[in-house]
């Protein structure tokens, strides 16, 4: 008798517990739909906010690039000692106006905008080889290219070469703030493994940094927190490194100091790697002087377009005008540029898309124009995205015209 009550009142227990389990299993479930459901509308919330600064600072910088440009073409003109004050004052004016706004945008600190990858069958030596050359127009330091897989990889490789493009470009900018002892950093690519399907390559950055120790804790700082949007150009390489699947690596051992990634990507066996590449790289052409180039101005906005053409028409010879991504696509196609300056915001088309269709359309030549990206964005992660879609250089509204003729002339 007394094990048969002893045995009932152990099932009611535990029937009991498995009530209340039940139930704080319910509230548990409610409490986690209530948490999700609050940080959605947090989302969104940030999203409408970054939308609404991304879209007045693109506003003011429009007409503060206006400004600029007008200002310098009347600069330029003969005027009386009393108009050329007036006009210094107003273009220093106009300077403390546009500082305003980037600290506005810095306080403001919108989210990173999404990356979305463009998957292409490329040539893994000609895209260190742009990377290379596009780090020697934008970095002071020498960035020496040792590639240890020039023979290794018989294959074009398939993945994002924009996006690689970007997290190297980053990641070296990045490293170079905190200073290079010798002026000097190796990139190093070298095959990790391989199979009858991928390569495994290993991008390595060799370097002496004069604040080590800074760099080194930034790093693990930023391994810890991926998900938290930071500005400056190691977050964004760590931002779009983490797109490809890839973690960044950190060493150092006495002298050597050490940052490394390996990624892998597919092999496309339909198509081997051109064997005339370094003949080709090797060779040597005369660099067009800026008063020869032919060059496409994609932008949408009639008065952006006469000012542009007024301040470069003393300096260029041919500029035609595209009023949209999808109509500079087509004459992309129709003619040879020698440069393309692509506005961002466009209706149609934007810029990043028509620059993505135009570096799939070269990725099947031997062809590759140099593309500077021209746009009133100038928030947190905006660089990084034109860069990541294939542009060679970002200028940001307001600019002066001087420093539009020497971007140019940087990619020649």
């Given at each position: 008798?007394?094990?048969?009550?002893?045995?009932?009142?152990?099932?009611?227990?535990?029937?009991?517990?498995?009530?209340?389990?039940?139930?704080?299993?319910?509230?548990?479930?409610?409490?986690?739909?209530?948490?999700?459901?609050?940080?959605?509308?947090?989302?969104?919330?940030?999203?409408?906010?970054?939308?609404?600064?991304?879209?007045?600072?693109?506003?003011?910088?429009?007409?503060?690039?206006?400004?600029?440009?007008?200002?310098?073409?009347?600069?330029?003109?003969?005027?009386?000692?009393?108009?050329?004050?007036?006009?210094?004052?107003?273009?220093?004016?106009?300077?403390?106006?546009?500082?305003?706004?980037?600290?506005?945008?810095?306080?403001?600190?919108?989210?990173?905008?999404?990356?979305?990858?463009?998957?292409?069958?490329?040539?893994?030596?000609?895209?260190?080889?742009?990377?290379?050359?596009?780090?020697?127009?934008?970095?002071?330091?020498?960035?020496?290219?040792?590639?240890?897989?020039?023979?290794?990889?018989?294959?074009?490789?398939?993945?994002?070469?924009?996006?690689?493009?970007?997290?190297?470009?980053?990641?070296?900018?990045?490293?170079?703030?905190?200073?290079?002892?010798?002026?000097?950093?190796?990139?190093?690519?070298?095959?990790?493994?391989?199979?009858?399907?991928?390569?495994?390559?290993?991008?390595?950055?060799?370097?002496?940094?004069?604040?080590?120790?800074?760099?080194?804790?930034?790093?693990?700082?930023?391994?810890?927190?991926?998900?938290?949007?930071?500005?400056?150009?190691?977050?964004?390489?760590?931002?779009?490194?983490?797109?490809?699947?890839?973690?960044?690596?950190?060493?150092?051992?006495?002298?050597?100091?050490?940052?490394?990634?390996?990624?892998?990507?597919?092999?496309?066996?339909?198509?081997?790697?051109?064997?005339?590449?370094?003949?080709?790289?090797?060779q040597v052409e005369d660099k067009k002087s800026i008063g020869d180039l032919n060059v496409l101005l994609v932008e949408d906005n009639a008065i952006n377009q006469k000012i542009v053409l007024l301040s470069l028409n003393r300096k260029v010879r041919q500029i035609d005008v595209a009023n949209n991504g999808k109509e500079a696509l087509e004459m992309f196609g129709k003619k040879k540029y020698d440069l393309i300056l692509m506005d961002i915001?466009?209706?149609?088309?934007?810029?990043?898309?028509?620059?993505?269709?135009?570096?799939?359309?070269?990725?099947?030549?031997?062809?590759?124009?140099?593309?500077?990206?021209?746009?009133?964005?100038?928030?947190?992660?905006?660089?990084?995205?034109?860069?990541?879609?294939?542009a060679d250089d970002y200028l940001s509204k307001p600019f002066q015209v001087d420093e539009l003729v020497e971007r140019i002339k940087s990619l020649l």
């Amino acid at each position: 008798m007394t094990n048969t009550i002893l045995l009932i009142l152990t099932i009611f227990a535990l029937l009991t517990g498995i009530v209340v389990l039940l139930v704080l299993s319910r509230k548990q479930r409610k409490r986690m739909l209530l948490q999700q459901e609050v940080l959605e509308r947090f989302k969104k919330k940030a999203l409408q906010q970054d939308r609404f600064i991304a879209d007045f600072s693109h506003k003011l910088r429009t007409s503060l690039n206006n400004i600029t440009l007008i200002n310098q073409l009347v600069h330029d003109a003969r005027m009386g000692n009393d108009q050329g004050e007036l006009m210094e004052a107003l273009r220093t004016s106009t300077s403390d106006l546009s500082q305003d706004v980037n600290e506005l945008v810095e306080i403001a600190k919108p989210a990173f905008i999404e990356y979305k990858q463009t998957i292409l069958s490329f040539n893994l030596h000609e895209a260190m080889s742009g990377i290379a050359g596009i780090l020697d127009s934008e970095i002071k330091v020498s960035v020496v290219l040792d590639r240890g897989v020039e023979q290794e990889i018989e294959y074009n490789i398939i993945g994002d070469p924009s996006l690689l493009r970007s997290v190297l470009i980053n990641l070296i900018k990045g490293i170079a703030e905190y200073g290079l002892k010798d002026d000097r950093l190796l990139l190093r690519t070298n095959l990790e493994g391989a199979n009858q399907n991928a390569y495994s390559v290993r991008f390595q950055l060799e370097c002496n940094v004069q604040h080590w120790q800074s760099l080194e804790k930034k790093v693990r700082e930023l391994l810890h927190n991926t998900d938290t949007p930071a500005p400056g150009l190691l977050p964004a390489a760590f931002r779009l490194l983490s797109l490809t699947g890839s973690k960044l690596e950190i060493s150092s051992g006495g002298a050597q100091q050490q940052l490394y990634f390996i990624q892998d990507f597919p092999k496309d066996v339909t198509r081997k790697t051109d064997t005339g590449l370094q003949k080709r790289t090797g060779q040597v052409e005369d660099k067009k002087s800026i008063g020869d180039l032919n060059v496409l101005l994609v932008e949408d906005n009639a008065i952006n377009q006469k000012i542009v053409l007024l301040s470069l028409n003393r300096k260029v010879r041919q500029i035609d005008v595209a009023n949209n991504g999808k109509e500079a696509l087509e004459m992309f196609g129709k003619k040879k540029y020698d440069l393309i300056l692509m506005d961002i915001q466009m209706p149609v088309m934007d810029g990043i898309t028509a620059t993505k269709k135009m570096r799939e359309i070269e990725n099947t030549t031997e062809n590759r124009i140099p593309i500077i990206a021209i746009t009133a964005n100038a928030l947190a992660g905006d660089r990084d995205h034109c860069l990541a879609a294939g542009a060679d250089d970002y200028l940001s509204k307001p600019f002066q015209v001087d420093e539009l003729v020497e971007r140019i002339k940087s990619l020649l």
